[in-house]
C-alpha cells in the first residue's frame, strides 16, 4: 500500500534554512560531466547568469575557481586532460596532490559574490529578483557562456552557500558556491529558452512508496519542475530516483500515467526528466507526437 506524503504542514517552529538543508543531493560528476564543464566553463572565462528563472535578467560575471573535493582549483594548469579533452586528474592543495578524474565526489564552481549589480537595473528588473535575493541558499542560477566551438551554453546551477574567501589568489573577496546540475547543460545557438510556465495539478509517486498531490509550474524539452502545496515539505529523493505523474487532463481518453527521474530536489519542488509514458499497459518510451500531445495538454490545461 502506497504512503500517502504531504499529508501535513511543517511543524511549528523548524527553522526556513534548517528545512532547506537537504535541498540539492550532490551527483557524482561523470568524466563526460566533467569535460563538458571544462570545454563550455573553464577557468577565468568572463560568463553571464539569469538568477531563479528570470531570464529577462542577464548579468555578468567570471568563473573564479573550479571547487573538487572541497579543494579550490583556480588555475587550467591544475587539470590534466587527454588527447579528447577528457579530465584525468586534478592536482589540490599546496602540495599539488593528484586526484583521478573518475574519483572525484564533488565538483563545484565558484563566482564572485555579484549581488550589487542589481543596482545597475532599472526599476522593473530589480523588482522581479527582490534586493539581495538571487544568491539565497538553493536559488537556482543559470550560468551562460560563449566558450566553445559550438555556440552559447547554459548551465543551470543551485547555490550552496556565499562566504569570504580567507585565503588564495582571491583572499578577502566574497564569493558564492555554485553546485551545477549537470543534466541541464545545453549548447544552442539560439539565445532564447525553452522554458514555459504553467500550472497543472499532478499525483506524484515517488519509489512506488509515496503518493501525494503536487503541482507542474514549468515545463522544458523534456523536464518537468513540480512544487509542492504551499506550507509542505517536498520528501526525501535522490538524484535518478525513479517518479511516476498522474496528470488527469479531463477525459478518460487525456489521462497521462508518465515515469520521469530526478534531477535535483529542493525543500518546496523538485526537477524531474521524462523518460516513459505508460501505455498499452506498460511504459513504453514517448514518440514525437506522444511528447508534443503531452506538452499541448500541459500548455493549455484548463482551456
Keep these: 500500500m502506497l504512503k500517502a506524503f504531504f ?3 511543517r511543524p511549528t517552529g523548524e527553522p526556513e534554512e534548517a528545512a532547506k538543508s537537504s535541498a540539492t543531493l550532490m551527483k557524482k560528476p561523470t568524466l563526460e560531466d566533467l569535460r563538458q564543464i571544462v570545454e563550455y566553463f573553464p577557468i577565468g572565462k568572463k560568463i553571464r547568469y539569469s538568477p531563479e528563472y528570470k531570464k ?3 548579468l555578468d560575471s567570471l568563473l573564479v575557481a573550479y571547487c573538487v573535493d572541497g579543494e579550490f582549483i583556480y588555475s587550467w594548469d ?13 592536482l ?3 602540495q599539488a596532490q593528484r586526484l583521478d578524474a573518475a574519483r572525484i565526489g564533488e565538483f563545484q564552481l565558484l563566482v564572485p559574490d555579484t549581488s550589487d549589480l542589481e543596482n545597475t537595473l532599472d526599476y522593473h528588473r530589480r523588482a522581479m529578483i527582490g534586493r539581495g535575493r538571487q544568491f539565497h541558499k538553493g536559488n537556482v542560477i543559470a550560468l551562460i557562456s560563449n566558450a566553445g566551438a559550438r555556440g552559447i551554453s547554459t548551465l543551470e546551477t543551485e547555490v550552496d552557500k556565499k562566504f569570504v574567501l580567507k585565503d588564495g589568489p ?3 573577496s566574497a564569493m558564492v558556491l555554485l553546485t551545477p546540475q549537470f543534466e541541464t547543460l545545453t549548447v544552442t545557438d539560439q539565445r532564447n529558452s525553452n522554458r514555459a510556465k504553467i500550472n497543472v495539478p499532478v499525483t506524484m509517486t515517488i519509489q512506488d512508496r ?3 498531490p503536487c503541482v507542474i509550474v514549468d515545463i522544458s524539452d523534456v523536464a518537468l519542475r513540480i512544487r509542492v502545496r504551499e506550507g509542505h515539505t517536498m520528501p526525501p529523493m535522490d538524484s535518478g530516483d525513479d517518479v511516476t505523474l498522474d496528470i488527469d487532463f479531463g477525459d478518460e481518453e ?4 508518465i515515469k520521469a527521474a530526478v534531477i535535483r530536489r529542493s525543500a518546496e519542488s523538485c526537477v524531474v526528466r521524462i523518460v516513459s509514458q505508460f501505455k498499452d499497459r506498460r511504459f513504453v518510451p514517448l514518440g514525437p507526437l506522444d511528447m508534443l500531445e503531452l ?3 500541459l500548455l493549455n490545461f484548463g482551456k
Design 56 to 58: 529577462e535578467v542577464i
Design 78 to 90: 591544475a587539470i590534466e586532460v587527454d588527447e579528447r579533452g577528457y579530465p584525468v586528474a586534478f
Design 7 to 9: 499529508g501535513g504542514v
Design 254 to 257: 487525456r489521462i497521462f500515467r
Design 210 to 212: 509515496l503518493r501525494g
Design 170 to 172: 582571491y583572499a578577502q
Design 92 to 94: 589540490l592543495g599546496p
Design 295 to 297: 506538452k499541448a495538454g
